[in-house]
């Protein structure tokens, strides 16, 4: 199975199995995707594993993964190593504080485009995720106690919501 | 033998971290950068704002910041170990999960749980996003420039490389 490194990036993963080489149905593709975000860990390195071991089993899954985790860290590596020679320099400071408000600032977008579906419905949800965002990123309460308590109590809630 | 054991602290912090990062990596940033700078002292606060910009800037997955995060800390052999503690035990748990999973497709219990996962997941992206912009915002040009790649980001579908370009042209221009 020749897995040339699939960039990462979700929606090009999706072109390249469903719709290039129809490794997977669209169905299929959303069923694994569902797996993936539900199971802790990074969605699409997840995705790659559901869709290698569905193709090739153990070894699918192990190259899949490979093929998505390799090229992405060599790049960063040569980057990191970059960084750790010419960080210091000043013009390259600069730059980097720039990059780095910026590279916040997508995040921060894609917060608000999460939370959006939250708020119109008349739910338990938005509070769920207003206290976590507090514990963990306001009160840098340890995250695993975190989610000991609130798993729970966000599951109950919405259990009961939906009745 | 201090490498070693900034190795072991690596794997350990890690692969326990990886099955708390519901919704993905971003769930976790608040405790790696707890881990890597207030405890461990590995790099500081600046630093770890920079290493998550070149994580963002580069194509892959973004958990791909604990690559960074590990060869700041311990090289190329923190790198691979951070990485494997990050995403084995995941990826086995997935593997061993997603076989039978299709079975629970519609069962109740399934979509409860995951109604419950989604606000909490949210709630931790919003955690990890704050961390993020509290550690590159040292300036108030620096806010600013988060507030409005967000807005740009929200409202249109530019490229980010862009956005990194010009957020990049400002701080060599001295403005930030």
Known sequence: MALHGFGGVLPWARRAIVEEKRWMTAEEFNEAFAVSQFLPGANVVNLAVVFGGRLHGPAGAAVALLGLMLPPMSIVLVLGALYERYGGIDALQRILTGVAAAAAGLIVAIVIKMAKPMVRELSPAPFVALAAFAAVGIMRWPLPWVLVVMVPVSIALAWWARR | ?176
């Open chain 2, 1 to 176: 033998m201090k490498e070693f054991d900034t190795l072991i602290v690596l794997a350990v912090q890690f692969a326990i971290l990886s099955l708390f990062a519901i919704g993905g990596a971003m769930a976790v940033v608040p405790e790696m950068h707890r881990q890597a700078v207030d405890v461990a002292h590995w790099m500081t606060e600046r630093q770890f704002a920079d290493l998550f910009a070149i994580g963002q800037a580069a194509p892959g997955p973004n958990i791909i910041i604990v690559t960074l995060i590990g060869f700041k800390a311990a090289g190329i052999p923190g790198a691979l170990v951070a990485t494997l503690a990050m995403c084995g035990p995941t990826c086995v748990l997935t593997y061993y999960v997603s076989r039978t999973f299709d079975k629970y497709k519609d069962a109740q219990w399934r979509i409860v749980v995951q109604a419950g996962l989604v606000p909490v997941s949210v709630g931790l992206f919003g955690a990890g996003a704050f961390v993020i912009a509290r550690a590159a915002d040292v300036s108030a040009v620096a806010f600013a420039i988060t507030l409005g790649t967000a807005a740009i980001a929200y409202w249109t579908r530019f490229n980010p490389l862009w956005m990194f370009a010009a957020a990049g042209l400002l701080g060599y221009l001295g403005y930030v």
